[in-house]
């Protein structure tokens, strides 16, 4: 049986899964007790969003709608469990089932999925922020999770968490071309889905428009595109990288996994996630170009989980990839011994 045919049952995953889980939360649990930032001056962020969270209650929507949803959900965690690293905590457990559930669905192989989630474990961007309170993840959960939803049975309703995840992270709204490539990629007939993710967006942009020109907007700022900044965007198309500084090994298995995804391009879904790669990655160069924001390392996590993800084909087409690196690799040196040896000739001629 060749290693793409082969795969686990579906209760030796759920073990091995549970196996992971418990191993990644054995290491992050002690820090649901220790301060996430200390020292005056240093913290200025984080001070802010403890300062805040003392007094938020619900009303502060219309007054910080960008961090709503975190905010709702961290009070959530402070009154329920007494500490507002719980829930995100609970988020980051959730990607690590969606990555694994991502990448089941598209490789059709519980192995690459399991393999998906334990590659993800090891990046430093989603175990430094796996339990923030300043940045925590459910944006990055909620856009997964319409990314799952859009690969089941009813992919319409996978509209509900993208939505919920914009005033989570207001750059998720960016991430759309990119999920609606995705979709397309896929295979699968999303047609409706996609005309229906059109609309939203285009009544998402048109009010966004209106806010920010004929009201007062809303308060806070939310992803406004206020200048046209053609050398900041083209700084972008490759400055992205230094976001990986703390983060090297999924930096090298970034453009590993895009060489894999380009070998097997031909494989079922692979054109899809590599897609998905890019155009998260092309947010980064739009926000610097059109925006006043930013990037920081915690806005790559996305593109951290669909590393992972890539990585979960290459386990699935093992074979295949390196039979294609081999005829590449064999390829190159017949390239090469053909110019030496003519340049050899012309030289003997002379």
């Known amino acids: 049986m060749q290693l793409s045919e082969f795969d686990i049952s579906v209760k030796t995953a759920s073990i091995s899964f549970l196996i992971i889980i418990v191993i990644w939360a054995s290491f992050s649990f002690e820090e649901l007790f220790t301060p996430e930032c200390e020292g005056i001056g240093a913290c200025f962020d984080y001070d802010r969003r403890m300062a805040r969270l003392a007094v938020w209650d619900i009303q502060w929507y219309s007054e910080d709608a960008r961090h709503f949803v975190h905010f709702f959900l961290l009070k959530i965690s402070d009154l329920v469990f007494g500490n507002p ?3 995100p905590l609970v988020s980051s457990g959730f990607i690590l089932f969606l990555t694994f559930l991502i990448t089941t669905n598209l490789t059709k192989n519980r192995l690459a999925g399991l393999a998906s989630s334990l ?7 989603f175990y430094n922020y796996d339990t923030s309170v300043t940045y925590p993840s459910f944006w990055t959960a909620f856009f997964l999770f319409a990314v799952y939803l859009s690969l089941g049975s009813h992919p319409k309703s996978s509209i509900i968490p993208f939505i919920i995840a914009i005033p989570a992270k207001a750059v998720v709204a960016l991430y759309l071309p990119a999920l609606l490539l995705f979709m397309g990629l896929t295979g699968l007939q999303r047609k409706s889905t996609i005309l229906l993710y059109c609309i939203a967006g285009g009544v998402g942009a048109c009010a966004l428009v209106l806010s920010n020109t004929i009201g007062d ?5 939310f992803l406004l595109f206020d200048r046209v900044d053609p050398l900041a965007f083209a700084v972008g198309l490759w400055d992205w990288t230094k976001l990986f500084n703390d983060d090297v090994i999924t930096f090298y298995l970034l453009i590993f996994v895009i060489a894999v995804l380009i070998a097997i391009r031909k494989k079922p879904n692979a054109m899809a996630v590599l897609s ?13 170009g059109f925006t006043g924001y930013d990037s920081w390392d915690y806005r790559f996590l996305p593109v951290v989980c669909f590393v992972s993800i890539g990585f979960g084909f290459f386990v699935k087409y093992y074979p295949e990839v390196i039979e294609k690196f081999k005829t590449l690799g064999k390829s190159a040196k017949s390239s090469s011994s ?7 000739s012309k030289a003997n001629s002379i």
């Open 338 to 344: 053909y110019h030496v040896d003519n340049e050899q």
């Open 217 to 221: 907007g809303l308060k806070g700022g």
């Open 276 to 288: 998905m790669i890019i155009g998260l990655i092309m947010v980064h160069p739009v926000l610097l």
């Open 119 to 125: 590659v993800l474990t090891g990046s430093y961007i």
């Open 85 to 87: 690293k719980v829930l």
